[in-house]
């Protein structure tokens, strides 16, 4: 069979961030896969070098949408340890309580995502309704549904009321009972799990060897997680469990995700049962004295790292940002490497890239002689069809 | 009016059909675009329909500052699309940059500096009731415009 | 310093197997030791490090130090992080990939050599990351003397043509 080369572009209309994926086919097989980015590239660390560490807040805030507390509390946990101060422990539950709300929405939009992607619809719009319920509690504790800046230097901006805490422990209590739906459908549903199981397989060593992080690596059984290898904020404090799965496929990814989602609902009901008394915010001076640190923290998508060098000024030395995704995109082209066609929208899905993929993938046919423009979405069709044709059929659920 | 033009103009304002590109977003916005379709807002019932392809689109709806690397291919899919054709632009990165505004990765001044734009939506990011309320704007320009 | 028991270990280890190629080595707090190695001895030091537990390389800062270039090598095991600096002279700066211990490390390496200019050898040829395409070869925006202000200058007039 003749080899073809598909690039896989940076336009996506299921969500987020462009990337190039270049496939080369035999057939519907892939034979090898590379991985080419640089289409979200702004220029932020640059940037970061001129403008004061409060401005700087602001901007690494926006390195991601999904995942933008993370982004920030790494960054402010690397600002307080350069200024030496000491973080009121309120204000350390409070950005706990928001990593976990954050890891909830990051978790639903991830479970509608590949509902969608495998062609069940219905999955994508429970679930994002649901997630309406985390963004209210979002809103109403911060003020927005995305980008919530609760962070400051010195601790968080805004406190929460008692008529927050019940709204919130409201709304969790729903999602408590929607999420074990999901987790009954992920685990009992045959067509769920003729989508999922030995799709993109990652075993454990490839894992390790390629430096993926997250429920990515926790998948194929790789027991890591910053929560509770070096515990920051207040997570030594909270009773929960590191939950890894051994079937190294998406599946696995599905099952880790979910559970992870009832973990997060317990850290959050222990937080807003013992917030510590005390301040929100400790004053900070503007200039922080010279030195280097680095610092990371568990994304929902993975361990999330920064550096930062200060140089005495109001401004940073240095700023290193690497978020997660970056680590695991060394191991989708692994994942796709021996795959389906059919299967690529999924796989790719499943380490919940936090970017968007929109582009045409043009295969050439060789028995017609000419090239064919796919279109993500048609790949996707093609890849519902295909296994429809397989009997797995969403629409009759 | 020819009667085809009108009945494209008719078509447009009853069912307009959107194109989402990320043009180097944070995905804070396109998160939000995404939300506007699903149950608590759902603007399908608008006769907004989500579009995988540039030539089946009327509104190129555009998140993000425009980073160097995309600005080609924004273009091209702009291009591509048949007339009568609008842009919509997401969030205060299309606006003007926002907060990426003196980065080098970015093309300076947001997005109206790349293609012209019919509709700007402040926000960071943008609520969906203001993508809703931003389409309906448009429509109605369209209409008062085509009378 | 016994505070710290574990890292003042792997600091003495370090210095006992590379001893002259290692400078500056440092227990800054707990979980976290800086040192500096000769870049001929990277690579070893690497494999050394992944050999004993510190199997995860979590990124590779690059930096502008004036005189030299850096690129600190941030190892963990997830709970200790380990920094491993390298200095190389801003004239002709050249580091030896560590691909072969560290596989993952591909963007990364990538992107000292797009954003800093520092040459890795061993790097397979490949596309630039994560500059765009039609960005210069020759400028390196992590300096510190590239100035986006001035590059952005050049560009207003490019982009006034394109539209």
Known sequence: MSKITIPLGPQHPALKEPENFMLVLEGEQISGATVNLGYNHRGMEKAAEGRTYLQNLYLIERVCGICSHSHTTTYITNVEELAKCETPKRALAIRTLFAELERVHSHLLWLGVAGYEMGFETLFMYTWRDREQVLDCLEMLSGNRVHYSINTIGGVRRDITPEQKAGVVQRINYLIERTNYYIKLALEEPTVAARTANVGKLPLDVAIERGAVGPTARASGLARDVRKDEPYLIYNELDFKLITHNTNDVFGRLVVRALELVESYKMIKQVLNDLPEGPIAVKVPMRIAPGECVNHYEAPRGEDIHYLKSNGTDKPERLKVRAPTLANLQSVAYMLEGGWLADVPLVIAAIDPCMSCTDRAAVWNPKKGKTEVYSWEDLRKLSIEQYRKRGVDFTRL | MKIIDKLITWSLLKSPWILHFNSGACNGCDIEIVDALTPKYDVERFGIVLKATPRHADVLVVSGPVTRQQAKRLRTIYEQMPEPKFVMAIGACGCSGGVFDGCYGVVPGGLGNVLPVSVYIPGCPVRPEAIIDGVVKMIQSVEAASK | ?163
């Open chain 3, 1 to 163: 310093m016994s505070d710290f028991p574990r890292e003042e270990k792997i600091k003495a280890d370090i210095e006992a197997k590379f001893g002259g190629a290692v400078s500056n080595a440092l227990v800054q707090r707990k979980n976290r030791v800086w040192l500096d190695v000769t870049t001929e001895k990277l690579p070893d030091l690497m494999a050394w490090l992944k050999a004993n537990s510190f199997d995860h390389l979590a990124t590779v800062t690059g930096f502008d130090e004036g005189e030299n270039l850096g690129a600190y090598y941030h190892a963990t095991d997830t709970k200790l992080i380990v920094t491993v600096k390298v200095k190389t002279p801003r004239a002709n700066p050249s580091i030896p990939s560590i691909l072969k211990t560290f596989p993952g490390a591909l963007s990364y390496e990538r992107e000292l050599e797009d954003m800093l200019g520092i040459k890795i050898d061993g790097l397979p040829p490949g596309r630039r990351y994560p500059l765009a395409e039609d960005f210069p070869t020759d400028q390196y925006p992590l300096r510190k003397d590239w100035k986006t202000e001035d590059y952005l200058a050049q560009q207003a007039a490019l982009n006034t043509e394109a539209k």
